[in-house]
């Protein structure tokens, strides 16, 4: 069984910053690509990031392009996402999740582990 547990949520200011960290359990993190994701309150959950598992190949939503960087530490099974030029519409609660089987980073990659979030409050 995979566990994800994030970190690094909190409170900021329009403009700010905050890293996001996720730690996997197991011993095949280095062969899953991973995503992070994010819901706000009466939204649907929505692709925020995700990375290959060699880390070599990124995807980003539109909305958060040049902005938002997802990069991974395979040796230390975390995935991180740092949150630059933070704005208020991207309040929500941030989950990691892992692809469903190992393989490259594409466009259909699913996901079936999940973590619990984080929640990030951005302020006008």
């Known amino acids: 069984q995979v566990q994800l547990v994030e970190s690094g949520g909190g409170l900021v200011q329009a403009g700010g910053s905050l890293r996001l960290s996720c730690i996997a359990s197991g011993r095949t993190f280095r062969s899953y690509v991973m995503g992070w994701f994010r819901q706000a309150p009466g939204k649907e959950r929505e692709f925020v990031a995700a990375?290959?598992?060699?880390?070599?190949?990124?995807d980003y939503a539109d909305s958060v392009k040049g902005r938002f960087s997802i990069s991974r530490d395979n040796a230390k099974n975390t995935v991180y996402l740092q949150m630059n030029s933070l704005k208020p519409e991207d309040t929500a609660v941030y989950s990691c999740a892992r692809a469903s089987f190992p393989g490259p980073l594409v466009t259909s990659t699913q996901y079936d582990y999940w973590g619990q979030g984080t929640q990030v409050t951005v302020s006008s």
């Open positions: 990375i290959s598992s060699s880390g070599g190949t990124t």
